[in-house]
């Protein structure tokens, strides 16, 4: 038997397997532009931290990470793609059965509560704007 008449996978017929996601966090999403702008505005020192430079963008993300522990939160770099990276103020949470790439249609609806109002003043008192962060629930 000839290879031409062996069927050959395609790449419709092989599926890629999933890779597991299995927590979601629930919290506001922002982007290196706020990252930097809100860790300019918290620095002692008033450091400038350029969104285009990954070594001011590390650092704002530590001294963000500082910022939000003191007062009780966690803040986490989410995403899959370092291009594509954004952070979090984590509000919750939770094991979820997921997957890499899975459509964000099919993660938990989370409504805001009392946390995240609470979590939204502290923004707003720290200098950031609404239009800088975005409440939704990601894979974690």
Known sequence: MSSSTIPQPTSSSVS??????LRVY???????NAICR?????????RVYHPDNQ???TAAWVHLMDHV???GGYFSAIGE??????WMVVTRAARF???????ESLLP????EDVEKMWRERLTKDGLHPHEYVFKTVLA
């Open 16 to 21: 890629e397997p999933r890779v597991p996601r």
């Open 26 to 32: 629930a919290g506001f999403v922002m982007d290196k």
């Open 38 to 46: 809100w860790a300019h505005i918290l620095s002692q020192t008033n």
């Open 55 to 57: 070594d001011d963008t």
């Open 69 to 71: 522990e003191h007062q």
């Open 81 to 86: 793609i370092y291009d594509e990276i954004k």
């Open 97 to 103: 059965n997921g997957y890499q790439g899975m459509p």
């Open 109 to 112: 609806a989370y409504k805001e």
